[in-house]
């Protein structure tokens, strides 16, 4: 490992100092095609752009990005749901890079539509097993202390398409229904203390405001931890999509536990068995038992960079790229496998590390053209090691469609296309 190491180390300095050469002579063909740049456009030549004037302040729409981006955008399967007012889009986990997923790229997950909230009448009911019941407004809550956290949120459902083996091929369809952000709001803890908890509580039931009244039990233990109530995502108020005005944030489970446009919190001494919790998001194991409230999303991870979407281009010096998190805790280790799982190789994880958040890690390596299968796995503060999924099914069987946190393998052809596989 430590002379592969050198060599790599070797390989990206001798990158580095002919990259000025490089430049001077003109990128290469496969750069080119995918620039799709005018000849006219490229050193030492002025380019166009440079020539005139560009549009003014405040007139590009909020939020709009360059026009050769516009390809980097959520997605949707059209035949994974039944109606688009019950469906999901995913996030391009394989066109971002760090750890903060942008707004408009965040993944959606609807069961009655995007409930459209006017602020003005927005109001939180907070009742059930409590001294005093009590009813908030958004300007309320935005009074209260607030905090912000960064965390991730992934749906129960992601990668369950692939519990029978690999369908879909690409990292943003297999494991897109994940995206880290950062929160502000109100800890929940606070709302209930100002309720006034009755000692024999034990669980709440949160519900959204949207048409489909999704609602979900709650352990209190869990809500007086590290809950929140949130109504910013990276500083702006959050978007239709993501629960405006108000969510709830629950660190480190299950998404559906997320409540969207939050409309009322009881408090109850046991839980209420709804239907998002009877008929769906329970993990129906081999022998026919189902597991229940199964809330923590284990550790996982995915390379989003090679992956299907993302092919190789061209041989030479790659960095190998990918997310990490776990609902446990913080990550503290991820390793990469460029033989499907043989040999494990310490990658480097670059910028923050927080509680129940994302990860960003890279791997360095110099690409011959040999093929590869590509692995990651994280490992927490926990002690918990992501398993392969092979040792998932044997535990769990194959007919849930939830927490599949099994190693995704992707195939790197000889000619740089990548392909979802297992490996045996």
Same mark, same amino acid.
């Given at each position: 490992m430590t002379e592969r190491t050198d060599k790599t180390r070797a390989t990206r300095r001798r990158f580095l100092a002919g990259a000025a050469g490089v430049a001077a002579a003109g990128v290469t063909a496969a750069r080119a095609d995918n620039a799709k740049s005018l000849a006219k456009n490229l050193p030492p030549n002025v380019a166009d752009w440079s020539k005139s004037?560009?549009?003014?302040?405040?007139?590009?729409?909020?939020?709009?990005?360059?026009?050769?981006?516009?390809?980097?955008?959520?997605? %949707?399967? #059209?035949?994974?749901?039944?109606?688009?007012?019950?469906? @999901?889009?995913?996030?391009? $986990?394989?066109?971002?890079? &760090?750890?903060?997923?942008?707004?408009?790229?965040?993944?959606?997950?609807?069961?009655?539509?995007?409930?459209?909230?006017?602020?003005?009448?927005y109001r939180l009911m907070l009742h059930g097993m409590v001294d005093k019941p009590l009813v908030f407004t958004l300007e309320d809550l935005k009074r209260l202390p607030r905090v912000n956290r960064v965390y991730f949120l992934e749906c129960a459902a992601n990668s369950g398409?692939?519990?029978?083996?690999?369908?879909?091929?690409?990292?943003?369809? %297999?494991? #897109?229904?994940?995206?880290?952000?950062?929160?502000?709001? @109100?800890?929940?803890?606070? $709302?209930?203390?100002?309720? &006034?908890?009755?000692?024999?509580?034990?669980?709440?039931?949160?519900?959204?405001?949207?048409?489909?009244?999704?609602?979900?039990?709650?352990?209190?233990?869990?809500?007086?931890?590290?809950?929140?109530?949130?109504?910013?995502?990276?500083?702006?108020m959050l978007r239709p999509e993501q629960g405006y005005p108000v969510r709830l944030v629950v660190p480190g489970w299950e998404g559906n536990l997320?409540?969207?446009?939050?409309?009322?919190?009881?408090?109850?001494?046991?839980?209420?068995?709804?239907?998002?919790?009877?008929?769906?998001?329970?993990?129906?194991?081999?022998d026919g038992k189902a597991r229940q409230f199964t809330f923590v999303m284990d550790a996982k991870s995915v390379i989003t960079s090679p992956s299907p979407q993302m092919p190789v281009h061209g041989k030479g010096f790659m960095v190998i790229s990918g997310l990490a998190?776990?609902?446990?805790?913080?990550?503290?280790?991820?390793?990469?496998?460029?033989?499907?799982?043989?040999?494990?190789?310490t990658a480097k994880i670059d910028g923050p590390v927080f509680d129940k958040s994302c990860v960003r890690f890279y791997y360095e390596h110099e690409w011959t053209g040999e093929q590869l299968l590509l692995q990651s796995r994280a490992m927490d503060d926990s002690?918990?090691?992501?398993?392969?999924?092979?040792?998932?099914r044997k535990i769990r069987g194959v007919n849930s469609i939830y927490h599949n946190n099994g190693i995704q393998t992707w195939a790197v052809k000889s000619d740089g296309e990548v392909e979802n596989v297992e490996v045996g």
């Open positions: 004037l560009g549009e003014g302040v405040g007139v590009r729409a909020y939020g709009t990005p360059s026009k050769f981006e516009k390809d980097v955008q959520r997605r %949707t399967v #059209g035949w994974l749901t039944a109606t688009p007012e019950s469906s @999901v889009s995913f996030t391009p $986990l394989h066109q971002l890079d &760090g750890i903060i997923t942008p707004n408009g790229l965040c993944f959606e997950r609807h069961h009655g539509g995007i409930a459209e909230v006017d602020p003005n009448d398409m692939e519990w029978r083996g690999a369908q879909l091929n690409g990292a943003q369809y %297999t494991h #897109g229904m994940v995206h880290c952000v950062q929160y502000t709001g @109100v800890p929940l803890k606070l $709302l209930l203390e100002q309720a &006034g908890v009755k000692p024999n509580a034990k669980w709440l039931m949160v519900e959204g405001g949207d048409a489909a009244g999704m609602n979900r039990s709650l352990p209190l233990a869990k809500a007086l931890d590290d809950c929140l109530i949130a109504y910013r995502m990276n500083g702006e997320w409540i969207k446009w939050l409309r009322r919190i009881k408090v109850g001494d046991q839980p209420w068995y709804t239907r998002e919790e009877t008929s769906k998001y329970t993990d129906l194991l081999e998190w776990s609902g446990r805790g913080k990550v503290s280790r991820v390793d990469v496998s460029l033989d499907g799982g043989r040999n494990w190789r002690g918990y090691v992501q398993p392969s999924k092979d040792a998932l």
